[in-house]
């Protein structure tokens, strides 16, 4: 399928790597010692356009392609998925609910600044007490004489505390029917006065990504800080998380392919027995193996990224794409920490890092169990 992509999808690929190559892989073991976000790089992939890739020009974006953003974050990946995650999330949490739900007014008053990068923006789903269970959001938000009055925290919020991150999507409980919560996205920048962040670290992986806990107190905002109709959170969550998937996909597919080409690159290098380890059949079938896998997720994310330009249901296959792609990439990068021996644990070498950051892979965005549950409720 790749022989298959269209010209600027290779020219698009080409310019990405190009910038991953000078801009990111130099500096990827230092920032994951460091364990801080680099607004510095944030800056820069602003600059090359990363950020609002699928948004259209008239709001400040690059009017790309799903397939060309999901190139973008792979190429990222294959070299750093911290900066990889950084796009991602921005692009498919940050920016994609406020394009596909905002009003004109929102669109026009959030997404320029965001689409440079100059600004980042989340999404808040996930507290200590609703991760996989999202219905279990405890954030409130009441109606006072116009304006929504938010209190609650949220967990684990990526783009939320660096001096860039500028708001956040916030899901919170609106009201009762019935008994049964209504949710609804409400826009709260950080500016808002009882508006707290705290970082959080001490992460195994993605140690250059901006995570953090976020308070809020008596946020006020106006009421027309609701992200589309009051009460539809959940549609806007599952749309959002769907999208999201493609690019979590993505950075698993990213990674895959730059474990397979560090295992290949080692594998010709090393020598032991006298010849070099590529010219064991045990090793050289475990490089065809990855490459087939590689081949097999590669396929099967474009395939989705196309059913979604073509506006065809997909929610099935992001599923699948997410689960496979992080699949894929744990198994990949473990084989490739195995061809590189010893040499594989230490820190100076890239592998090391790729074996730690795929491991979210499988919990961000739907973790692989439920996953499988959205899979076979789709199947069965
Ligand atoms: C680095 C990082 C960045 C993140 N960024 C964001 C963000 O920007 N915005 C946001 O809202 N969230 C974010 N998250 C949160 C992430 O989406 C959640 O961690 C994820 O949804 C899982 O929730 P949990 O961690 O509470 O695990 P839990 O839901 O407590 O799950 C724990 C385990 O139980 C399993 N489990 C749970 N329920 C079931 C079930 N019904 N059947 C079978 N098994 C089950 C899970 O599969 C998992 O293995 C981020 C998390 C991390 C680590």
């Not at 994609?96 to 959030?110: A, H, V």
């Not at 808040?124 to 269970?133: C, K, P, Q, V, Y």
């Amino acid at each position: 399928m790749n022989e298959l992509l269209d010209s600027r999808y290779i020219k698009y690929r080409q310019e990405v790597r190009e910038f991953a190559e000078i801009h990111v892989k130099p500096v990827a073991i230092v920032q994951d010692e460091k364990e801080e976000f680099p607004v510095d790089l944030a800056l820069k992939m602003g600059e090359a356009g990363l950020f609002g890739i699928t948004v259209p020009a008239k709001y400040g974006g690059q009017g790309l392609d799903y397939i060309s953003y999901i190139i973008a974050v792979e190429e990222l990946a294959r070299v750093d998925s911290s900066p990889a995650a950084t796009i991602a999330a921005h692009n498919s949490l940050g920016i994609n609910p406020i394009y596909t739900f905002g009003t004109e007014e929102q669109r026009l008053k959030y997404l320029p600044g965001l689409c440079t990068g100059e600004k980042l923006w989340a999404f808040g789903l996930t507290e200590d007490n609703a991760g996989s269970d999202a219905k279990g959001v405890e954030t409130e938000a009441k109606l006072e004489n116009g304006e929504w009055v938010i209190n609650g925290t949220k967990m684990f919020i990526t783009n939320s505390c660096s001096s860039i991150a500028t708001g956040i999507t916030a899901q919170a409980i609106t009201g009762y029917n019935d008994g049964k919560k209504e949710l609804s996205a409400i826009l709260l920048d950080r500016s808002v006065p009882g508006y707290t962040t705290t970082p959080i670290k001490g992460k195994l992986m993605w140690r250059a990504v901006d995570n953090g806990k976020l308070n809020f107190e008596n946020c006020r905002v106006p009421e027309s800080n609701i992200l589309g109709k009051r009460g539809e959170g959940m549609k806007i969550m599952l749309s959002t998380l769907d999208g999201g998937r493609l690019s979590i996909a993505a950075i698993g597919l990213g990674l895959a392919q730059g474990a397979f080409e560090m295992a290949s690159a080692y594998a010709q290098k090393r020598r032991q027995f006298g010849k070099p380890l590529i010219e064991f059949q045990t090793t050289s079938f475990k490089l065809a193996e990855m490459a087939m896998k590689i081949e097999l997720a590669r396929n099967t994310l474009y395939h989705t990224c196309r059913l979604k330009e073509a506006g065809l249901p997909y929610g099935k296959q992001a599923a699948m794409s997410k689960l496979y792609c992080s699949d894929i990439a744990r198994e990949i990068a473990g084989e490739s920490l195995q061809i590189h021996g010893g040499f594989g644990f230490l820190r100076e070498n890239h592998i090391e890092r790729f074996y730690r950051d795929q491991r979210l892979l499988s919990i961000g965005e739907g973790t692989s169990e439920i996953l499988k549950m959205v899979i076979a409720r789709y199947v069965l």
